[in-house]
């Protein structure tokens, strides 16, 4: 069986970062982006706590990952709220026309899946 990484590919950070194939052109993109996580004392650093290995991503291929990086640029992350920040970057892959709404569906529920996961693991 082939585990390698496909196209819009919902899966975990470690999973993607695990199986992802050097020059593959895919790029993994956080709808909870690593700057809430660290803001809200989840991480600190990329794939160190489960906060960050479980943090649900979207592979997407390069060219739309920098339109993507574009439009979230504009978000103040450490200033959001964890759902504020995955809803306002499922909305930037829903108006992406490249973006199937079926994958920012799945990535959509799975990030808030993830966050109340870690919310109630937070001592």
Known sequence: M????QPYKVTTYENFKKCS???DGLEGHE???HANLNENGYATTRLFTEAS???VVVA???DVHVDV???QSVLEPRNQSPLQNIKSNAQILYNHEK???SVVDEAYSGAIEHYKNVKKGKK
């Open 60 to 62: 997407l291929p390069h």
């Open 31 to 33: 709808l909870w982006q």
């Open 69 to 71: 990086n574009r439009a």
């Open 2 to 5: 082939n585990n390698q990484i």
């Open 53 to 55: 290995k479980k943090n």
């Open 99 to 101: 973006i199937p709404n």
């Open 21 to 23: 194939v050097k020059g």
